[in-house]
């Protein structure tokens, strides 16, 4: 696939919202033969895909998403520009969002959201392959 395609793809993935804009994901991209011959080992599923792909699409997800999280920090601060602290309106609003909307009260719960959320976010990506 041309190189210009996969950056289409890779920005709709940048650019595709998540609940509460906290994006609990990160793409790795393996375009190294190498890599993706190690990858076959642990792979189960994707042999083929690994086989025939010159690139290959990891997920990763990210665990623990809360409001006093290191990554949530980031988001405020480097992301959206704002200030960061715990009692902060948005650290707040994801809070009480979490607790009380979702009920994601404990960990095994926060990170299903977060595969969940990203499923989403694969989706897109192969969606924005169909053009």
Do not use: C
Not at 20 to 26: A, D, F, N
């Amino acid at each position: 696939m041309d190189k210009k395609y996969w950056d289409i793809i890779l920005e709709s993935a940048k650019l595709f919202p998540s609940s509460l804009g906290y994006e609990s994901w990160k793409f790795l991209v393996i375009d190294n033969s190498g890599m993706r011959e190690d990858l076959k080992l642990i792979g189960w599923g994707a042999f083929n895909s690994l086989e025939g792909a010159n690139k290959f699409v990891v997920a990763l997800v990210r665990k623990n998403i809360v409001y006093n999280s290191n990554h949530v920090k980031h988001i405020a601060e480097n992301v959206l520009g704002l200030s960061y602290y715990e009692g902060s309106p948005q650290s707040q609003f994801l809070k009480k969002s979490q607790e009380k909307a979702f009920k994601l009260t404990d960990d095994n719960y926060l990170y299903n959201w977060s595969v969940k959320q990203t499923y989403i976010t694969l989706e897109n990506m192969i969606t924005t392959t169909s053009f």
